[in-house]
């Protein structure tokens, strides 16, 4: 059974003070989870997660992970200000971005980030734009292909914009070395959500042997793979989380048995984690304002796919519970539904929840990132507030909600 984080009562008293609906976040639970994954990999001295600034962007939970050690990865010009604005020293600062205009690579390499080049065209377009080539560079590798594990195809990276191709980094890397580089590193990303212990290690193990032979074949000096972001979390109630010793371990072995004896040992992993860090410690909550009985059944909320895009745009499951009846049997089946004009805006589809009443608190379960996030303006709707569960059990609002001003502010009317 999938339960909140929070307690029916202490829910009960934030709605009061704060009316709803807001994205509620779990700093112990950022902060455990952050440790956990620190641990994993410190057999990697090196080791550094950036988190996806894209998945939650807000820097009060930027401090949180911050002060946990981690560094922040960074895809455009706003998320690099977000993490001068959090004080991330350059080096902590991943920028990975693609399709980049000039001003973003000028405000990446005025921060100090490290930039991660999506295209071997990147290679002159960075220099164009900045004058110079940094001496630490970082190159996206796009293997091509299917990206298959023991339990099935994951994903298609032959499909997908990213990354070079072999050939490509190979060039790219000779033609880096030309130009001063001193310090290269290897980016691959090409699972998103995956919920297994098997992707990172063997994610690692594809980079590995592109490391060493890059290493062969150009002379450059590889001091850093990054294994990016793509570690999924159950968003299912029958699903089981990723266990993060096991993924870490599986990293090692495979580091082992590659980079070890390749004289490569001294290579540092990093990762771009986004979901795995903050998804599960970030819940929609919002209050059931109208129920309807047409040809099915349905409970309106004051949230809507503004605050949450992820079941509108992907059909993604987001566990839903009703605060306070958590034990109650689930034996009503709800279109739970926002108010937008689009009929896709629809929480849950034919989800079976205990009954609800008008007033009831919902709680829309892993919402903590790519939520309040990927939130829009569509209907004039305005995005809602984000509280922070303190440790202490306190609760700091760390963004109001919109207000019409907002929306009007950049109309020239
Ligand atoms: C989106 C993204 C991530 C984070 O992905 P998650 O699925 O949230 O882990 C990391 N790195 C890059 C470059 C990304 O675009």
Redesign the pocket.
Known sequence: MKKPFVNAQKLEEIACEFGTPFHLYDEAGIRRNARALLKAFSWNKGFKEYF?V??TPNPSILEILKEEGCGV?C?SYTELLLAERAEFPGKEIMF?SNATPEGEFRLAAKLGATI?LDDFTHIDALEQAIGYIPETISCRYNPGGIMELSNGVMDNPGDAKYGFTYAQLAEGFKKLKAKGVKTFGI?S?LV??ALTELYYPQLAEVLFRVAVQLRDETGCDIKFINL????GIPYLPEQSPVSIEEVGEGVRRVYEKILVPAGMGGVAIFS?????MLAPYGCLVATAIHEKHIYKEYIGLDACAVDLMRPAMYGAYHHITVNGKEGAPAVKKYDVTGSLCENNDKFAVDRMLPEIQLGDLIIIHDTG??GYAMGYNYNGKLKSKELLLCEDGSVEMIRRAETPDDYFATLDF
């Open positions: 996806a894209k998945a990865d895809s990975s991660n980016h990303f998103s959500n990016s972001g793509g570690i771009e984690l986004g979901r795995y990132a790519h």
